[in-house]
């Protein structure tokens, strides 16, 4: 990926160019090519591409860098990711486990300790369906990113007139599944975490353990949506509040449906639509240097 600017690059700045990267990982014994990304290239079919020859791969860059990298890898037998962290926020850098500092993370990557992850998959009928790495969500939750889905394609003013129609509903009944075992709400909101870091580096599910095999379902019960929003905000002012409205579940499989109407959802702050949606996670998917 290309450089930018982010929490990893303090520690050293001499490695803010493609090719101190490449020399740092060759100082450390490794056989190195690189690329630098340019626009119109597609990154995960690069990092599919030299996977598929036999390489393992190196990625520098933000959560959006790292996770095309990693979908690419979701499934390989062989090859293993390497994160040099280079975001603003690197949730999935802090959520693996891996160094965020750059010179530890080439140490780390030299030193050739692999390990596997877990990843969220988004199930789809006839489809093949996508990872996620971070959190996915319903309601209030997936809101915030189909309103700048929508400010991209009609502007920013039918973006927030949506989003405050959204806002102004009460109650959103939901039906959810998970392993099996169905629950009834009005919650406002349900997250689904891979891992503990979601949004711009929110800790909303601290618990959340991307080696477990399970994912975590925190569903937002009796709360309106602003004291959703306002848990956000304390969680992001890193003043997290203790919550007993929040109930918190796990599972392998997690099924949600809008019984009164179709709900906005997301995968890693993507909109994948309304539900009903599927998640489950795929144990050890994803090897990774760490």
């Known amino acids: 990926g290309k450089p930018g600017s982010g929490p990893g690059l303090a520690d050293d700045p001499a490695l803010l160019t493609a090719d101190a990267l490449r020399d740092a990982l ?7 090519g690189h690329r630098e990304l340019v626009q119109g290239d597609d990154l995960a079919e690069l990092a599919r591409h ?6 393992d791969i190196v990625v520098a860059g933000g959560d959006g860098t790292v996770s095309a990298a990693a979908t690419a890898l979701v499934g390989h ?3 293993t990711l390497g994160i040099l962290a280079m975001g603003s926020f690197n949730n999935m850098a ?12 080439l140490d780390v990557i030299g030193a050739g300790n692999a390990t596997s992850v877990d990843a969220g998959w988004v199930v789809r009928t006839g489809e093949g369906g996508r990872p996620f790495f971070e959190a996915a969500g319903v309601g209030v939750d997936a809101m915030g990113f189909l309103a700048v889905e929508l400010a991209e394609r009609h502007g920013w003013w039918r973006a ?7 806002m102004r509903r009460r109650r959103t009944p939901m039906r959810i599944v998970i392993d099996g075992t169905a ?3 009005g919650s406002p909101a349900v997250t689904v975490s891979n891992g503990p870091y979601h949004g711009m580096g929110f800790a909303l599910a601290t618990a959340a353990d991307p080696t477990d095999g399970l994912l975590n379902v925190d569903v937002f019960r009796g709360m309106t949506r602003l004291d959703v929003i306002r848990h ?18 796990q599972g392998q499989r997690v099924t949600i449906e809008g019984t009164r109407r179709a ?21 050890k998917a994803l090897r990774i240097f760490r």
């Open 94 to 105: 802090r959520g693996f486990g891996v160094p965020v500092t750059l010179q530890e993370a």
């Open 183 to 185: 629950y009834r709400t």
């Open 232 to 249: 956000f905000l304390s969680v992001a002012r890193r003043r997290p509040r203790r919550e007993p409205r929040i109930s918190s579940y």
């Open 77 to 79: 037998e062989t090859a």
């Open 263 to 283: 709900l906005p959802a997301h995968a890693d702050g993507t909109t994948i639509g309304f539900t009903p949606v599927t998640f489950e996670v795929r144990p």
């Open 26 to 32: 060759q100082r450390r014994g490794l056989e190195v």
């Open 160 to 166: 927030m007139r949506a989003l405050v129609r959204g």
């Open 50 to 55: 030299g996977a598929d020859a036999g390489h």
